[in-house]
T-cell receptor, first 108, second 112 residues
Framework: GIQVEQSPPDLILQEGANSTLRCNFSDSVNNLQWFHQNPWGQLINLFYIPSGTKQNGRLSATTVATERYSLLYISSSQTTDSGVYFCAADNQGGKLIFGQGTELSVKP | DARVTQTPRHKVTEMGQEVTMRCQPILGHNTVFWYRQTMMQGLELLAYFRNRAPLDDSGMPKDRFSAEMPDATLATLKIQPSEPRDSAVYFC??????????FGPGTRLTVT
């Protein structure tokens, strides 16, 4: 099955800094999502992005399907951005495979 | 504001007891997933259903776990008998094929 790898595993930022999180996947995908797991454990949808670029406020994401990677950009980070960011991909019509996540800590 | 709901949110039980977790998917979603999250294994897919029929339960220990969808508004995950290694957060998610999945708040299970 498809394999999903995320980098870096951990990231510490000062408030206001920008960051880029990367997700590599081993096969073509028909679904790719980014999630944020907040400190209370809730998994929040950020982007559904099997290809192309999307933006939502300070966050944006780009997936280059032909090169099998996706990037999540966080600009002007805030302490509320802290948590774990997961990338998940699917190429079988429903079975999302999750990466191990990037744990982000934003310091005031 | 449509969302996936799960009950209970927390469950503490003794080894050997039966545990039942419930999930109400978002109305109109025909695919329902059960995931388990632990520190060691991360997020693992246990099973999923489409139009109430089980499509894949290969991630689930068959001897003690069972998952069902009695109707389109209810999915259940049962563990019988429970063991300490089952302690984890269990998430339900729902969606449509090739579209976004939405997660419920999870059930935090502790088996002593």
């Amino acid at each position: 099955g498809i394999q999903v790898e995320q980098s870096p595993p951990d990231l510490i930022l000062q408030e206001g800094a920008n960051s880029t999180l990367r997700c590599n996947f081993s096969d073509s995908v028909n679904n790719l999502q980014w999630f944020h797991q907040n400190p209370w454990g809730q998994l929040i949808n950020l982007f559904y992005i099997p290809s192309g670029t999307k933006q939502n406020g300070r966050l944006s994401a780009t997936t280059v399907a032909t090169e099998r990677y996706s990037l999540l950009y966080i600009s002007s980070s805030q302490t509320t951005d802290s948590g774990v960011y997961f990338c998940a991909a699917d190429n079988q019509g429903g079975k999302l495979i999750f990466g191990q996540g990037t744990e982000l800590s934003v310091k005031p | 504001d449509a969302r996936v709901t799960q009950t209970p949110r927390h469950k503490v039980t003794e080894m050997g007891q039966e545990v039942t977790m419930r999930c109400q998917p978002i109305l109109g979603h025909n695919t329902v997933f059960w995931y388990r999250q632990t520190m060691m294994q991360g997020l693992e897919l246990l099973a999923y259903f489409r139009n109430r029929a089980p499509l894949d339960d290969s991630g689930m220990p068959k001897d003690r776990f069972s998952a069902e969808m009695p109707d389109a508004t209810l999915a259940t995950l049962k563990i019988q008998p429970s063991e300490p290694r089952d302690s984890a957060v269990y998430f339900c998610a729902s969606g449509l094929p090739y579209y976004e999945q939405y997660f419920g708040p999870g059930t935090r299970l502790t088996v002593t």
